[in-house]
């Protein structure tokens, strides 16, 4: 759901706010006067969820503390997006300034090579009620609706961060109040996609708000709210490029053993045939590696270059290795959550976690070296240089 277009236009002697007066809560933009010819453009959030937010500014004699206009926020709180600060101080100023917000984080492009579950049990088969682009209500949408009873366990796809739900509508039918009348549970990924689960059952949020989720996790049960002419899962996958900029997208659907159910030899997806039934694989034995350092990062889904993990940036396919260019190829293997084992193809096995990091212990030699980027490891036992020889 893409949030209320809001506008802020002040002045030094006027200030003017429009907001509907049905906006959910969720993020709020104000300019507030910092002292010393300085103003704080500041973000407030009202629930514990991950938002976007895009920033356009205008000003006279005003210069701002940075060109960013695309923040990414998560809690709640107040955060400082940007400083104004007036160039002659002298002379008069203004400014004006409007923005869009959504829940999610925003990201370059979609990660195409993740293989997303079917999102229900393996017990479990249903059929395809609508496939991408149906003639119901999926005409401009890569959405899939699987057929099943009212109280079906559903799974997440993907793991992510809950950033938005609904469990309290009882309604369901093909009228135009019915559009807004959905129970769902929406999941916000590390490449700034975003899966709806939705038509939920009354109460059928299994999650809450700020909840980390694992792929496989069970989320909620299905139900018959909102736009619908029956029970069924309408589920889609939305990338958010920026609140202004969000589109759905096709994605690799695996059955559970992990095996592609709608890719051809080249890698091109299709939808899921309406029609035929598909048996789920939310909740195979399938195992995703080292979370703890895929945690709380931004994946660019077209590079597969990760940031902001506590071990720095890394080259992440999405599969099991992963390549560090100070360390070079990695198999990582979770230890808990904050740290993990590193398989290293020369190296053998090396432990870190968010705390020693860039310290690293090494299983082959039993002991710790500091790792400088782009210079390698020193080993402070023998005061030595080494190359890591990735």
């Known amino acids: 759901m893409n949030r209320l277009n809001k506008s802020l236009l002040a002045t030094l002697l006027f200030v003017f706010h429009f907001a509907k007066a049905t906006e959910p809560d969720g993020l709020s933009v104000a300019i507030q006067d910092a002292g010393s010819s300085r103003f704080d453009v500041i973000a407030s959030t009202t629930v514990n969820s991950q938002f976007s937010v895009l920033i356009s500014l205008t000003l006279n004699n005003l210069t701002a503390s940075s060109s960013q206009t695309l923040f990414n926020l998560s809690g709640i709180g107040n955060t400082t997006l940007l400083t104004l600060s007036r160039i002659d101080s002298n002379a008069g100023y203004s400014y004006g300034f409007t923005y869009q917000w959504n829940f999610g984080y925003s990201g370059n492009s979609h990660n195409d090579d993740y293989p997303y579950r079917i999102p229900y049990s393996v017990n479990d088969t249903f059929?395809?009620?609508q496939e991408y682009f149906g003639s119901f209500s999926h005409q401009n949408t890569h959405a899939i609706d699987w057929t099943m009873p009212e109280g079906t366990k559903i799974h997440a796809a993907r793991g992510g961060t809950v950033i938005d739900l609904r469990e309290d509508?009882?309604?369901?039918?093909?009228?135009?109040?019915?559009?807004?009348?959905?129970?769902?549970?929406?999941?916000?990924?590390?490449d700034g996609s975003q899966a709806n689960y939705a038509h939920l059952q009354q109460n059928g949020a299994l999650v809450e708000l700020g909840d980390s989720v694992a792929a496989g996790q069970l989320i909620?049960?299905?139900g018959n709210t909102g736009f619908s002419t029956g029970p069924h899962l309408h589920f889609v996958v939305r990338q958010q490029k920026s609140p202004a900029d969000v589109s759905s997208v096709a994605t690799l659907f695996v059955d559970k053993d992990?095996?592609?159910?709608?890719?051809?030899?080249?890698?091109?997806?299709?939808?899921?045939?309406?029609?035929?039934?598909?048996?789920?694989?939310?909740?195979?034995?399938?195992?995703?590696?080292?979370?703890?350092?895929?945690?709380?990062?931004?994946l660019d889904g077209s590079s597969k270059w990760r940031?902001?993990?506590w071990l720095g940036t890394f080259y992440d396919p999405g599969q099991s290795w992963l390549f560090h260019p100070d360390l070079g190829w990695l198999y990582p293997i979770d230890?808990?959550?904050?740290?993990?084992?590193?398989?290293?193809?020369?190296?053998?096995?090396?432990?870190t976690n968010k705390s020693s990091y860039p310290w690293l212990y090494f299983h082959s030699s039993a002991g710790w070296k500091y790792l400088f980027p782009e210079l390698g490891l020193y080993d402070s036992s023998?005061?030595?240089?080494?190359?890591?020889s990735p």
């Open 335 to 351: 230890s808990d959550t904050s740290s993990a084992w590193l398989y290293h193809t020369t190296r053998g096995w090396i432990w």
């Open 220 to 222: 909620g049960l299905s």
């Open 258 to 298: 992990g095996q592609s159910v709608n890719s051809d030899g080249n890698g091109t997806l299709s939808s899921l045939v309406e029609g035929r039934e598909y048996q789920g694989s939310a909740d195979s034995n399938q195992t995703a590696t080292a979370q703890s350092i895929r945690s709380y990062t931004i």
């Open 307 to 309: 940031t902001g993990s």
């Open 382 to 388: 023998s005061d030595k240089w080494e190359t890591p």
């Open 127 to 129: 059929r395809v009620g």
């Open 169 to 190: 509508s009882n309604e369901a039918g093909t009228e135009q109040r019915h559009l807004d009348l959905s129970n769902y549970v929406t999941i916000g990924h590390d």
